[in-house]
């Protein structure tokens, strides 16, 4: 159960007693390194509007444990603001460690992607849409940059009787799905959720976003599009996983269960048949895969 709090912070909080935490350095909006006045351990706390907190925490509570999803350590909740804690991860994320590799072989990015779809997935199948998928939410939980973890929660939403349905644009620009440029109508969250895992993979392989412009208008336009182009060095199982992610009809793409199953992720041996996926449109072609 939360911990009681009276006393609300100051509008610089580094110095604040929270239950049995401390709260010692800022280290992003409304965000605060902490440690456990007893143990001593490294924690990260987030401060939320209670409001907030109540549908956030909510979705904690619903999904069941996850090796790479975050969990909450300790909650206490004031008058008017809600004090999160998480276990500490300071290994960085794979949006910094893309932007410094350049782009990852096929053999790394397989297994660190692996785990990122493996906690969607999770999420999906226990009724939870993410909606604000993006490469700096995943962190490394290991000094050797093996292990991930989705960091938090914050943006997802839960299903009313299995309908996935969300409205409006959701996340960063470079990963929002051509469904979620609309001005209006609901589309489905699971898909949207697929699409942004096409823009990561796309990004870790090649080493930039599939669609960019500094004008959101012309970036938007591409989305829309769907026109991509992949370089000749990625592997014919990692060029059929992109264009079988990254598809204008959202129906059309694979779910997060589905991409686990998908060979890329096997070893090169593997005699696991791929399904044949054929479209009119050439550019959206996704090739036949028999080895």
Aim: include cysteine.
């Amino acid at each position: 159960m939360p911990s009681p709090l009276r006393t609300e912070p100051l509008s610089c909080p580094n110095g604040l007693q929270v239950g049995k935490n401390v709260l010692f350095e800022t280290v992003g909006e409304n965000e605060f390194r902490a440690a456990n006045l007893h143990s001593g351990q490294q924690l990260v706390c987030k401060i939320f509007p209670i409001s907030r907190y109540l549908r956030s925490v909510a979705v904690y509570h619903h999904l069941p444990v996850h090796p790479n999803l975050s969990q909450l350590t300790e909650t206490v909740v004031g008058e008017t603001m809600a004090y999160v804690f998480f276990d500490l991860v300071s290994y960085g994320n794979m949006r910094t460690y893309v932007q410094t590799s350049r782009s990852l072989d096929e053999d790394e990015a397989s297994r660190l992607f692996h785990q990122m779809v493996s906690v969607v997935a999770h999420c999906h199948n226990n009724d939870v849409v993410l909606r604000d998928l993006k490469l700096r939410k995943f962190v490394f939980k290991n000094q050797e940059r093996t292990m991930l973890t989705l960091s938090n929660l914050e943006d997802a939403h839960m299903m009313e009787k299995g309908d996935d349905s969300v409205y409006g644009k959701h996340g960063c620009p470079v990963y929002v799905s051509p469904e979620g440029l609309r001005a209006e109508g609901k589309y489905s969250g699971k898909a949207a959720d697929v699409w942004s895992l096409g823009v990561m993979l796309y990004t870790i392989l090649v080493g930039r976003y599939p669609f960019s412009d500094s004008n959101s208008n012309i970036l938007f336009s591409k989305i829309q599009r769907c026109k991509f182009s992949l370089p000749d060095t990625l592997s014919p199982k990692a060029m059929c996983l992109i264009r079988s992610i990254l598809r204008l009809d959202p129906t059309e793409r694979l779910t997060a269960q589905e991409i686990l199953d998908h060979p890329w992720f096997s070893s090169p041996n593997s005699q696991k048949v791929w399904r044949s996926m054929f479209y009119q449109d050439d550019d959206q072609m996704v090739p036949e895969f028999c080895s």
